[in-house]
């Protein structure tokens, strides 16, 4: 890649958070709402006050996530903080809730749970840089153990199913399975010490 470098997403971003998702909010309307709200209120709302939603937990800090910039512009986004941020991540009903209840509020027990690429750029390797970046930033937060919950293979490999990331780059990244709840979702795990 050619000028490639992550910032985390603060209120100063926000146009550049707005850019990558476009005017839709990226996967139907989600604004990377998805594991921050529970189905049933997530439901009642409309993709303005999902983004709404996400512009005010942006504005309060700290950063929930990276943007990606390529030769200057905003072009990807990975969400990474604590698992403590997404309750439907730790839902008992899912396939990514925590091997331990109680790692659902450790603050240090921290989850890469979405990626989210221009049209344009996927398919390129852009989702292994971000994770190298979402693994540094977690480390450097204070991660003690990052986890995903990526899917296996789609039918495309662009498909925007792969929000959750896919099984290689995690493997590639250094992550290792530690439950499989579902065929084609593992749970996956880094520890930092």
């Known amino acids: 890649m050619n000028d490639f470098h992550t910032q985390p997403l603060t209120a100063e971003r926000w146009g550049d958070f707005e850019q990558v998702f476009g005017p839709q909010g990226a996967c139907y309307g989600c604004w990377c709402t998805h594991f ?8 009642l709302m409309d993709g303005d ?11 309060s800090g700290p950063p929930p996530g990276l943007l990606g910039y390529l030769d200057g512009s905003p072009v990807a986004w990975v969400q990474v903080g604590p698992r ?8 008992p ?17 921290w989850a890469v ?14 989702s292994h840089r ?18 995903a919950c990526p899917i296996d293979r789609t039918k495309q490999s662009k498909s925007v199913g792969l929000y959750v990331g896919s099984t290689r780059i995690f493997e590639a990244a250094g992550f290792s399975e530690v439950a499989r709840r579902k065929d084609g979702r593992p749970l996956m795990r880094l520890a930092f010490k």
């Open 36 to 43: 921050r709200i529970a189905t049933d209120q997530r439901k």
């Open 49 to 59: 006050a999902k983004k709404a939603f996400m512009q005010a937990r942006v504005a």
């Open 84 to 91: 403590a941020e997404l309750p439907q991540w730790n839902s």
């Open 93 to 109: 009903k899912t396939v990514s809730r925590p091997l331990d209840p109680g790692d659902a509020e450790d603050p240090a027990v």
């Open 113 to 126: 749970s979405c990626f989210f690429m221009l049209s344009k750029q996927r398919g390129k390797g852009l």
């Open 130 to 147: 971000m994770l190298s970046e979402a693994i540094v930033f977690a480390e450097n937060n204070g991660a003690r153990v990052l986890e």
